[in-house]
């Protein structure tokens, strides 16, 4: 007898039975309990169904935020599809790149994404309307069932990683559920017991809005998103809901603590407050620590489901810039170039092995097997464990910026300013901002560079949040390495101690 299989959908259902007028979702200040949802997806899997598709194929996602947003990626998981978003904020020739790798047999859109795909190829496809998805909010109770396999997969996230083109991170259902429970059963004794209720400010095209909004259905939590960040509405929500879990990147915790009534505020209710992207400035940690909230840094990426480990509060006062060693099924170790532990204290790669780690990247089996090396990820991170077991980021192997919990490749971003006519050579260095955390460098040199130009381009192939902030033209070539390749280290060490130029934007 074929053994059943442990799948997202099936998790739903249960919770729509076991906790059917429990809050699910809530975007804004529109929310689902379980039973609704669960009815909703039921209508929307059957149109899903009627479009053709099938166990294994994609459904891509290019929407801002809302509940028919998480309605449709759970009707697609219900079919047996494989849930394909990308940010919103994406261009076309972003969008074209991406659903040309994903090859969706749907897409899910809003009114602003539709428009926006006009101009790509990718109109083509067919389309799954957010209106169409309100339209069977109410109706004929319809169900649809298809038997899945714990181990295929139900979800591709983008994610910008180090190369010139982003890549696609898989995850099973049996990955995102072994996440889930590790992260908020095992560890459930932070929240002081009874139903996890999380909010997240990150999008639905990420990990740490999509996977966190799965986890929630797997554990029968209540997850709480917001269509556009509003700090007031945020702790409008942290306060009013008694909000127990919040996971976000230091830009929104500031601008949070810096709204008048937060000086007031009662959040004892918050007892899991992790910070992730950046490692957040003593002032802010402060902040909230007199309001009786603990921030603790986390570590994670993409292709480890999201978090990889969080600062236990016993640690996060006396160490705050540590980001703990993970929960009882994590493993994270340190090693040389040659693959060797290294002893404490001592700066190496960074390897994890842990429930929720991706199988792989799409269709890119040569990235796949040099990250995935004996179950262990190789993150590409430079970090540290001391004596204690508490991993400390040091620095990226991989280099991209950060900003605002986004990741920006510095490759696809030199990639792109190299199209530009008189741009001879490139290189984006992350440097320090106030709001973000890190904003894109760029320092070009060439016979003909003009700034416009290279704007006007980024423009038009990126993503507003991937603009360089700065740019600068050098008029000596830029200095490379020993093979021939930009030497990044002697730029940060040349600019290190000089002022930047004027801000592009």
Same mark, same amino acid.
Request: charged share 20%.
């Given at each position: 007898?074929?053994?059943?299989?442990?799948?997202?959908?099936?998790?739903?259902?249960?919770?729509?039975?076991?906790?059917?007028?429990?809050?699910?979702?809530?975007?804004?200040?529109?929310?689902?309990?379980?039973?609704?949802?669960?009815?909703?997806?039921?209508?929307?899997?059957?149109?899903?169904?009627?479009?053709?598709?099938?166990?294994?194929?994609?459904?891509?996602?290019?929407?801002?935020?809302?509940?028919?947003?998480?309605?449709?990626?759970?009707?697609?998981?219900?079919?047996?599809?494989?849930?394909?978003?990308?940010?919103?904020?994406?261009?076309?020739?972003?969008?074209?790149?991406?659903? #040309?790798?994903? =090859?969706?047999?749907?897409?899910?859109?809003? %009114?602003?994404?539709? +428009?926006?795909? *006009?101009?790509?190829? !990718? /109109?083509?496809?067919?389309?799954?309307?957010?209106? #169409?998805?309100? =339209?069977?909010?109410?109706?004929?109770?319809? %169900?649809?069932?298809? +038997?899945?396999? *714990?181990?295929?997969? !139900? /979800?591709?996230?983008?994610?910008?990683?180090?190369?010139?083109?982003?890549?696609?991170?898989?995850?099973?259902?049996?990955?995102?559920?072994?996440?889930?429970?590790?992260?908020?059963?095992?560890?459930?004794?932070?929240?002081?017991?009874?139903?996890?209720?999380?909010?997240?400010?990150?999008?639905?095209?990420?990990?740490?809005?999509?996977?966190?909004?799965?986890?929630?259905?797997?554990?029968?939590?209540?997850?709480?998103?917001?269509?556009?960040?509003?700090?007031?509405?945020?702790?409008?929500?942290?306060?009013?809901?008694?909000?127990?879990?919040?996971?976000?990147?230091?830009?929104?915790?500031?601008?949070?603590?810096?709204?008048?009534?937060?000086?007031?505020?009662?959040?004892?209710?918050?007892?899991?407050?992790?910070?992730?992207?950046?490692?957040?400035?003593?002032?802010?940690?402060?902040?909230?620590?007199?309001?009786?909230?603990?921030?603790?840094?986390?570590?994670?990426?993409?292709?480890?489901?999201?978090?990889?480990?969080?600062?236990?509060?016993?640690?996060?006062?006396?160490?705050?810039?540590?980001?703990?060693?993970?929960?009882?099924?994590?493993?994270?170790?340190?090693?040389?170039?040659?693959?060797?532990?290294?002893?404490?204290?001592?700066?190496?790669?960074?390897?994890?092995?842990?429930?929720?780690?991706?199988?792989?990247?799409?269709?890119?089996?040569?990235?796949?097997?040099?990250?995935?090396?004996?179950?262990?990820?190789?993150?590409?991170?430079?970090?540290?464990?001391?004596?204690?077991?508490?991993?400390?980021?040091?620095?990226?192997?991989?280099?991209?910026?950060?900003?605002?919990?986004?990741?920006?490749?510095?490759?696809?971003?030199?990639?792109?300013?190299?199209?530009?006519?008189?741009?001879?050579?490139?290189?984006?260095?992350?440097?320090?901002?106030?709001?973000?955390?890190?904003?894109?460098?760029?320092?070009?040199?060439?016979?003909?560079?003009?700034?416009?130009?290279?704007?006007?381009?980024?423009?038009?192939?990126?993503?507003?949040?991937?603009?360089?902030?700065?740019?600068?033209?050098?008029?000596?070539?830029?200095?490379?390495?020993?093979?021939?390749?930009?030497?990044?280290?002697?730029?940060?060490?040349?600019?290190?101690?000089?002022?930047?130029?004027?801000?592009?934007?």
């Amino acid at each position: 007898m074929r053994a059943m299989a442990a799948t997202i959908d099936k998790a739903l259902r249960f919770w729509a039975r076991d906790r059917s007028e429990q809050t699910a979702i809530r975007v804004g200040d529109d929310s689902l309990g379980y039973a609704a949802l669960d009815a909703w997806v039921g209508r929307v899997a059957a149109r899903v169904d009627e479009a053709g598709i099938a166990p294994g194929d994609r459904v891509g996602f290019y929407a801002e935020t809302s509940l028919e947003w998480c309605v449709a990626a759970l009707a697609a998981i219900r079919c047996g599809a494989i849930v394909a978003p990308i940010n919103s904020r994406m261009v076309p020739a972003e969008v074209d790149y991406l659903f #040309d790798q994903y =090859a969706p047999g749907l897409i899910f859109v809003d %009114d602003n994404g539709a +428009e926006r795909l *006009a101009g790509s190829a !990718a /109109a083509s496809a067919p389309q799954l309307r957010r209106g #169409d998805v309100a =339209a069977l909010r109410n109706g004929v109770a319809t %169900d649809l069932e298809r +038997e899945c396999d *714990a181990d295929a997969p !139900a /979800a591709i996230i983008t994610t910008s990683g180090s190369t010139a083109r982003p890549k696609g991170v898989v995850y099973s259902h049996r990955v995102m559920i072994e996440y889930a429970w590790e992260e908020y059963v095992h560890n459930a004794p932070d929240i002081g017991g009874g139903v996890t209720k999380l909010l997240t400010a990150a999008p639905l095209s990420t990990a740490g809005g999509f996977n966190l909004m799965i986890h929630m259905i797997v554990i029968g939590g209540s997850v709480f998103l917001l269509e556009k960040f509003d700090p007031a509405q945020a702790l409008r929500l942290l306060l009013d809901h008694r909000i127990n879990t919040f996971r976000a990147a230091p830009i929104f915790f500031q601008r949070i603590a810096e709204l008048p009534e937060f000086a007031s505020a009662d959040l004892s209710c918050v007892r899991v407050a992790s910070i992730g992207g950046a490692a957040p400035p003593p002032w802010l940690q402060q902040a909230w620590w007199d309001r009786g909230v603990v921030l603790r840094q986390l570590y994670g990426q993409t292709e480890a489901g999201g978090g990889a480990c969080v600062n236990p509060v016993r640690f996060a006062k006396s160490h705050p810039d540590r980001c703990g060693f993970g929960g009882p099924f994590t493993e994270i170790a340190i090693v040389d170039d040659a693959g060797n532990r290294v002893p404490p204290n001592t700066p190496g790669q960074i390897i994890v092995r842990k429930p929720g780690i991706m199988t792989g990247y799409w269709r890119n089996p040569e990235a796949t097997k040099a990250a995935l090396v004996d179950g262990w990820l190789h993150t590409g991170d430079i970090g540290e464990v001391d004596e204690n077991g508490l991993l400390k980021m040091v620095d990226r192997m991989k280099d991209f910026i950060k900003s605002g919990g986004l990741n920006i490749s510095s490759a696809e971003l030199e990639r792109v300013i190299m199209e530009v006519d008189g741009v001879d050579e490139v290189a984006i260095l992350a440097v320090p901002d106030e709001h973000y955390g890190e904003t894109p460098f760029a320092i070009v040199h060439g016979p003909n560079c003009a700034i416009p130009a290279i704007l006007d381009h980024c423009r038009a192939q990126l993503s507003g949040f991937k603009l360089p902030r700065y740019i600068l033209v050098s008029p000596e070539p830029l200095p490379r390495l020993a093979m021939g390749k930009i030497s990044k280290p002697a730029l940060r060490e040349t600019y290190s101690n000089r002022p930047l130029p004027e801000p592009v934007r």
